[in-house]
């Protein structure tokens, strides 16, 4: 049996090579999509050709989105607890993780590569500093993960139960979990976390996920690469 906390072979590693996301299945393809917008009509079609290009960026121009619902993904996440808490937002996903409450085996913990000051004037954001002094601080963080992991075996071998033991394991922990989506929620989701806007560790997996996913959609991704959003 394979276990889950192993990329699967179709990955991209982000987070300075911490974390990961998968592609594990998918369903149709951009003549899915074109197709579905033909059901009206009665008619169907296997290729894709010019004219077909252009009703698909018609769709996605005039907002059209219930063709794009046919095209579903399958990703396989491991990201910190912290970026979980920000994909689990979003609703239209379907996700399955790991329980703590079932395992105590393979924890493991983000230590980020470098630190972002606090933004001053957007109480969200964070901003690069040149010189940002950080390396005791980067240890700190790295012996505050492994400090709370030691509390929790202590509390394992006292007999504690798992479900509470999990409470003292900092947000740095590492999850992960399966996550299903169609393409137009997809498409949301990255329009939302490959922005400025979003924390840069979960727009990593927007970027990579992009990448995961451009091969299977090239249509869909030029049409949004010619309205100057990066794919
Ligand atoms: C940069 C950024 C900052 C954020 N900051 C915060 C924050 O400070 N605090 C906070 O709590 N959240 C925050 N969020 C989360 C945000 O509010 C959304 O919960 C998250 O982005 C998911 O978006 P969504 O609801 O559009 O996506 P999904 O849940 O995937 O939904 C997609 C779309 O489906 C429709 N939909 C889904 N469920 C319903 C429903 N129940 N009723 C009606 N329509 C529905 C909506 O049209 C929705 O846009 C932030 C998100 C971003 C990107």
Redesign the pocket.
Known sequence: MQRLNVPPTNHVKVLDGQGWVGLIDHLGTEASILNAARVSFGKLKDSVDEKDVKLLEYLIENRHTSPLEHVVFTFSVQCPLFVRG?WH?????SYNEISRRYTEIDIGFFTPPSLRAQAEVNR?ASIEVEGFDDKKMLEKISEHNNQGLALYNELMAAGVCREQARGVLSQNMMVTFWGT?DLN?LL??LE??D?E???SE?REYAVAIKKLIKPLIPNVANYFASKGQSW
């Open positions: 920000q937002r979003h609703r239209t996903w969200q989506v929620n949301h989701f939302l976390r922005s806007h979003a924390q979960i």
